[in-house]
């Protein structure tokens, strides 16, 4: 079954990429000024194969007139290939400019926070580009004649914050989660409004809340955890320019999977890694259907659950290769994916290219003859179609030897 689902993706990416060669289509991306980066670190942003990066996480007010504060951040997704140092900026444009530091522990999924400088000159929308090669973002800029943010302060400043719960575990080289929180943080609002707050990076990790306060005097609010602490100890943390104290302790790095399929599936943590292996294979061609390279990478939970996860991305002409990106768009250039999920109760989801109900996305971040290491996300249907219940893939890694 499986190979008549290959020979027709290719049959299928083939035939567009006939129809489509008289087309032209809009590359604004490239448009924009590149920035510059440096470091040792080697890493690819999300959605670079598009131009655009994949869901930025932008956060602050940006107002014509007013300059930018510590709260002006944009949040990317890279995939690191190899550890090390890095320093992001984009070009300057409309006055602003966005610029990150630090240093990647591990391989794979994490986030990089750029901070903005400078006071935006006009109102619109403009993009910038991370880096000299990375993905494109958008900011818009309003008027700035209105002011909806809130005041407050932080009345146990500049002492320890008081009855803070911290939630969630925090380890060396294993990257955040939505379960770090800081519980309880004390503020007085004296004027309502939007809010945003976050910490300075520390540690390689960072904490963020945002909301609205509708009513003046002593409140609570929270802080979600992101990043991947870099060393264990203990670390101080400050919410805003002079918010109180807390201390977060980054125990040791645990015992790391060399071969695994990680990911989150609806919003469960799950790992295979019983039986993790990719396969190789190669068709000729049999015109009109090109040849085409696949590689399924497979994996369980263990040896005794049902669970089983397999990802098949589908190359048209060449063998599929490091940087190689698959996702609703590529399949007009001869990429195409299935993806298989089998769960506990052995009901079988599914992800088909093609399908515009089950949109996803895999990134090869490194191939060699003896292993293959990337990312996945996506939407997965009971039925492969439209019209069927969905489960909704977050965060997948996979680093998986060859059978």
Known sequence: MKNKLRYFFSFLAFTILLTSCDKEYSTEYGKTLAGTNSGTAVYIYTGTGTGNCLTPNIK??????????I?????????????????ISTATINGITFKGSGSFSTTGVQNVSLFASGT??????????????????????????????????????????????????YNAGAALTSANTIEGIHVNVTKIGTYYISTLPNNGITFTGSGTFTATGLQTISLNGGGTPVTSGAFTYSPGNNGCLFTITVLPAGPVLSDYIKCKIDG??????????????????????????TVDITGSVSAVSNENMELSPIKTGTSISTADVFNPNSFTSGKAYLISYRDASLANWNA???VSFTPF?????????????????????????????TKIVTEGTFSVPVK
């Open 60 to 69: 602050g007010t940006y107002s014509a007139g007013a300059a930018t504060t």
């Open 71 to 87: 709260n002006n951040i944009v949040t990317l997704q890279v995939t690191v290939v190899t550890p090390g140092t890095f320093v």
């Open 120 to 169: 935006p000159v006009a109102r619109g929308t403009f993009s910038y580009i991370a880096g000299s090669n990375g993905c494109a973002f958008n900011i818009v800029f309003t008027t700035g004649n209105v002011n909806t943010t809130s005041v407050f302060t932080f009345p146990e400043a500049p002492n320890a914050c008081t009855l803070v719960t911290i939630n969630g575990a």
């Open 268 to 293: 469960v943590s799950k790992t295979f890694a019983y039986n993790v292996s990719f396969t190789e294979t190669n068709t000729a061609a049999q015109p009109p259907v090109p040849a085409s390279n």
């Open 352 to 354: 088909v290219s093609g």
């Open 361 to 389: 996305n895999i990134t090869v971040t490194s191939k060699t003859t003896t292993r293959i290491q990337g990312t996945f996300s996506g939407t997965l249907s009971d039925t492969g179609a439209a019209g069927g219940n």
